[in-house]
C-alpha cells in the first residue's frame, strides 16, 4: 500500500525534475502540444460548422422543400443536372394548383446581375427574385422593417420590391428605406419591406438579393431559357415525408417522366445540407485525427527518450532510494507521473496558446470576411479535459517501459553506477 507521504514525496521530485530542466521539459512535451493543438482546432472548427449548419437550417427552414434543376450537391454531378430541362413556369404554376397537402408552394425565378438605381447612384451585384407573395410566409423572409408584397400587388402587377438586407444597406446606410422608389432595369419600384440580416457562412448570398412580385418578372425578363424553382412549405416538419412523396410524385406527372426513369429535377432541402456537412466533417475529422496521431507518436518518441535519460543520470539516486527501503512501485509511480506531468503541461499549454490564438483569429477575420462570422471567439471548457485526459493517456503510456525499467534496476548495480 502506497502511503500519501510517498506520493507527497514522488510529487515533489516530479516537480523538482522538470523545473531543473526547463528547455528540456519543453522540447520533450512539443509534440505532445502540436498533437493536443490539432485536437482542439479539429474541435473548434467542428463546433463552428454545427454552429453554420444550425443557423442554415433556421434560416431555409425544417419544413421547406426546394424543387429545382440543381441538386444542392450538385459536386462533379453538375455537368448532368445542366443538361436536364428546365422546369418552365408553366410547371411550376400548375403544380402549386395541385399540390393538396403542403400548407402553401410557390415558384421562384432568378435574374442575376440586375441594375438598380437611387438617386444618382447606380448599384450591381444583387440577385433579383421573381415570387409569390405566399413567400413572405417562409423563414426566409423574416421583416426587419415594413412587410412583405401582398397577393394584390402580385395579381395587378404592382411594382413594389423587399429589399434583403445587404441590398438595404448597400443603398440607404441607417436611412428609412421604406416607402421610397428606386430603379429596377429603368422601372420605378416603391419599396415596401426590408428583410433581417439570414446569411450564414454557407448562404452568405441570401443578404443580397430583392423580391418582385413573379407577375412584373416576366414581363420585365425573357423567361425562355430560364429554369424556375418551387418552394414548398409542410407547415408541420413531421409531415416533411409526406409532402416530399407526394411533390416528387406530381412533379414526375406534370414533367411526364415514364415509370422506372430517374427524377429530371431535384428536392432540395435542410437534410440535403446536413449531408454535404457531414461529409466535410468527416473530412476534416480524418484529416485532424491523422495530424494528432503522427504528433503523438512523435511526442511519445520525445518523451520515452527523455525519460530514459532521466532513469539514466538518476541511477544511482534510485540505488540510494532502494537501499534505504523504497518499494518498485514507488520508483514506477514517480517516472510514470514525471512522463504524465510532461504531457498534461503540454496540453496546458496547448489549451492557453489556442485559447488566444483563436479569440485573435475570431475577434479579426469576420470584420475582413463576414463569412467567417460563425467562428468562436472562445473554446469550451470542455475541450480542456479532453485535451488533459488525452495527455494523460500519452503521459502513462511513454512513461511505462522507462518506469519499469527503473523500478527493476538492482540497488546494488545502481549505487556503483557512475
Known sequence: M???????????????????????SFLSSLGVIIGISFVITMGWLLDGMNNVLEDTINLI????????????????????????????????????????????????????????????????????????????????????????????EDLSSARVVVLAYNAYKTIFGETEAVGKTIKIQGYDFRIVGVIKKRGTAMMDFVDNQIFIPISVFNKMFDNS???????????????????????????????????GKEDDFSLNETKTLESSIETFRLYVGGIGIGFTVLSFIVGIIGIVNIMFVSVTERTKEIGIRKAIGAKKISILLQFIIESTALCLVGAIVSYIVCSILFFVVASTLPGLVPS?????????????FIASGLSIFVGIIAGFIPALRAANLDPVDALRYD
Not at 249 to 258: D, E, Q, V, W, Y
Open 2 to 24: 502506497i502511503k500519501i507521504s510517498e506520493i507527497t514525496e514522488v510529487g515533489r521530485q516530479v516537480l523538482e525534475s522538470l523545473f531543473s530542466n526547463p528547455l528540456r
Open 61 to 152: 427552414g425544417e419544413d421547406m422543400i426546394y424543387i429545382e434543376k440543381f441538386s444542392w450537391t450538385g459536386g462533379h454531378q453538375w455537368k448532368l443536372y445542366e443538361q436536364r430541362k428546365d422546369i418552365t413556369y408553366d410547371q411550376a404554376m400548375e403544380f402549386c394548383r395541385r399540390i393538396k397537402v403542403a400548407q402553401i408552394a410557390m415558384p421562384i425565378t432568378r435574374k442575376g446581375g440586375a441594375k438598380l438605381k437611387y438617386q444618382s447612384n447606380t448599384y450591381n451585384g444583387f440577385l433579383t427574385n421573381g415570387t409569390k407573395s405566399e413567400y413572405g410566409l417562409t423563414p426566409a423572409a423574416t421583416m426587419l422593417d415594413g412587410r412583405f408584397f401582398l397577393p394584390i
Open 225 to 259: 431559357h430560364r429554369s424556375f424553382s418551387i418552394a414548398i412549405k409542410a407547415g408541420n416538419p413531421k409531415e416533411m415525408d409526406e409532402v416530399r412523396e407526394e411533390a416528387q410524385g406530381l412533379m414526375r406527372i406534370i414533367r411526364n417522366i415514364p415509370p
Open 372 to 384: 467567417l462570422g460563425f467562428l468562436s471567439k472562445f473554446i469550451p471548457v470542455s475541450f480542456f
